[in-house]
């Protein structure tokens, strides 16, 4: 592992550490510990993910666990306000936090399913979730995330 690798790996590690103690505290996030723990959760999911068309068996499952973990978790992340200049998330999602949120449960429960099919050998059904987990990410950004330039 190169050292740059392992120093994202440790930084992410810490961020979620401190988010997860801040919750468990009962303390509320801050707008920047909030920030760092979604885009730890998102960042995690795309690892998980890339490549996943080709998963099978546990590696498959694994997959869409992690995805599953986070998907339930990210609504929460999005703390009232918690925009700063690390994120580029739009006020529209407290405007409709309700949709934003439905989104993130539509993944969770292609997750779900998509873990389900992999344990009966379902191919067909692992690969629609897949695609219905990739939708939600679309769909998400296309609405509530700032356009990158470029």
Not at 24 to 42: E, I, N, S
Request: glycine letters at 6%; hydrophobic letters at 45%; a positive charge.
């Amino acid at each position: 592992m190169t050292p740059k690798k392992f120093a994202v790996l440790a930084m992410t590690g810490l961020l979620s550490v401190t988010a997860a103690a801040s919750v468990f505290a009962d303390t509320p996030m801050t707008a920047d510990q909030a920030v760092a723990a979604r885009q730890a959760a998102m960042k995690s999911d795309g690892k998980a993910l890339k490549g996943s068309d080709g998963f099978t068996g546990d590696k498959a499952i694994a997959a869409l666990t992690e995805v599953q973990k986070n998907y339930t978790k990210l609504p929460s992340l999005f703390v009232k306000d918690s925009i700063t200049s690390k994120s580029i998330a739009l006020p529209i999602i407290w405007q409709q936090f309700d949709d934003f949120s439905a989104i993130f449960k539509k993944g969770a429960d292609a997750a779900a399913v998509g873990i389900a099919a992999v344990k009966a050998g379902d191919t067909v059904g692992y690969q629609t979730a897949i695609k219905t987990i990739a939708s939600t990410c679309n769909e998400c950004h296309n609405t509530y995330r700032e356009k990158k330039d470029g």
